[in-house]
């Protein structure tokens, strides 16, 4: 589908002020309108609205417009509907905390040392967090002078220094560490629900009390440009649904697939009224929507489904790092469309930086790339190539080539053009690719820091295995 027209004269134009809208205003010969206007638009209100949506553990096909049968995903599938949806969308980590810091920064996580998830809440209450010295989103569209919040889980320290409040947030609803119970909120003492920093009582369902908060947000700041980052936990552990939604599956017999498809049916419910609100304030067509998972399904642990990709959450195969991955703006491109190159969620900070004006920080390499051009078809291929590291667990993509190490074990490597499903190792024969990837690989490790800290194996569970096959679960990863 084509773009719009006058697609990109929009943006050239005194900020966001649309060609039509300036021919308009000229053929009428208003010209105190026109002054007025674009005064308006020098405070900075015709900047687009950014608005970050986060699910959590959610499965490649859990959603109607990745696949799913089983679980209606209207909402969500509506921004793919209007928007442009990532085939080959990744997260720069298989668990939770590592992908959040680079989403949070743009940068590969391992460039700062934060490549493994900070493990229980009393631990990373010590001293985990993305540290101090990296600048966030949210830092950078606050002095782009975007009102900021943060609606839902951080993971990303819990000591007073991490806390959203200090790293570029106006405002905070939901909790600090990597899961939260969704209907007891005195379940866990270490890490309440708060507002800003004070714990409160939250009887609502948790994904619906977020719905709330992030819509209050919307209508808070709805005169002015804003950046919400909601951060569902659903559909991460523990499997939690109230009545009102698992009565929407009753032909559902797995009992806990038929959880998750509640969990995930709120989620849906609450991003329609987000979008709702989005409307109703009358910014909608202005606002950038992203919609991404952290990482890919822990299939075993929460019933979701990374069909047809291979293993699950924890794992460099495709269903740890490969996940729906969705951009919405109106006002800027047609939607329903489908962008096939391979991505990042790095990319959301060059993105959304690049749409609000913001500047980059200095002195520090930045790893995503603003995805408008490739979407309004300037551009062709975001990324060159793509890579990943958690531990000794590497891999690298370029083009339709993926390279998998595992320590010292022989390098795989698979072409995803025929094979999505890494069934059939390559590496034997084409070993000449192989060493290609291999030293692109070493040279993009020879710019990273040793982690800060390790992760942490609760008893009982198994590190990831090498070999994981799809929809078979190795591990359960915390967070
Ligand atoms: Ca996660």
């Not at 830092?139 to 993971?155: E, F, M, N, P, Q």
């Not at 999505?420 to 291999?438: F, M, R, T, Y």
């Amino acid at each position: 589908m084509p773009d719009k027209p006058f697609a990109d004269e929009e943006m050239t134009f005194s900020g966001h002020l649309r060609r039509r809208d300036f021919l308009a205003l000229l053929g009428a010969g208003a010209a105190g309108l026109l002054t007025q206007r674009l005064h308006a638009l020098d405070a900075g209100a015709g900047k687009p609205n950014i608005v970050l949506i986060v699910a959590d553990d959610l499965g490649y096909a859990d959603i109607g417009c990745q696949g799913s049968k089983d679980i209606p995903t209207p909402h969500i599938d509506s921004l793919a509907r209007n928007g442009v949806r990532f085939t080959n969308g990744y997260v720069s980590c298989p668990v939770c905390s590592p992908t959040r810091a680079g989403l949070m920064t743009g940068r590969y996580q391992q460039r700062f040392g934060h490549e493994f998830n900070p493990g229980s809440a009393t631990r990373e209450q010590e001293n985990i967090g993305l540290p101090v010295t990296e600048v966030t989103l949210a830092d950078v569209l606050k002095r782009a002078g975007y009102a900021t919040g943060l609606v839902g889980k951080w993971h990303l320290g819990m000591a007073p220094r991490f806390h959203p409040l200090k790293r570029g947030f106006d405002e905070f609803f939901g909790f600090l560490s990597g899961a939260h119970s969704y209907i007891d909120w005195k379940a866990d003492g270490a890490n309440p629900v708060l507002r800003g920093d004070e714990p409160v009582d939250e009887p609502e369902y948790l994904t619906d009390a977020l719905t709330r908060e992030a819509i209050a947000f919307v209508e808070r700041h709805q005169k002015h440009p804003f950046f919400l980052y909601l951060s569902y936990n659903a559909v991460h552990a523990p499997m939690h649904a109230t009545q009102k939604y698992l009565d929407r599956f009753p032909n559902i017999a797995d009992e806990k697939r038929r959880i998750h498809a509640a969990m995930l049916s709120a989620m849906d419910d609450g991003i329609g009224a987000v979008l709702a609100a989005l409307r109703k304030a009358g910014v909608h067509e202005n606002t950038l929507v992203f919609f991404i998972s952290d990482n890919g399904g822990p299939t075993q642990v929460n019933a979701s489904d990374n069909s047809p990709l291979r293993a699950v959450k924890g794992t460099v195969y495709e269903g740890g790092i490969r996940v729906p991955f969705i951009l919405q703006w109106p006002r800027r491109f047609a939607g329903g469309r489908t962008h096939d190159q391979p991505v990042i969620s790095l990319d959301i900070f060059s993105t959304a930086v690049a749409a609000g004006g913001g500047r980059l920080p200095k002195g520090r390499a930045i790893d995503g790339v603003d995805l408008l051009p490739c979407v309004t078809g300037r551009k062709k291929t975001p990324h060159d190539i793509l890579f990943w590291r958690k531990g000794e667990d590497r891999a690298a993509r370029r083009g339709n080539w993926k390279l998998v190490k595992s320590g010292e074990q022989p390098a795989e490597l698979y072409d995803l053009s025929k094979d999505i499903s890494e069934s059939k190792d390559l590496a034997g024969e084409k070993p000449h690719v192989v060493d290609q990837l291999s030293r692109h690989l070493a040279a993009w490790e020879s710019q990273l820091v040793p982690p800060l800290w390790r992760g942490q194996v609760r008893p009982g569970q198994r590190a990831p295995q090498r070999g994981a096959r799809r929809g078979r679960a190795t591990t359960t990863p915390p967070g």
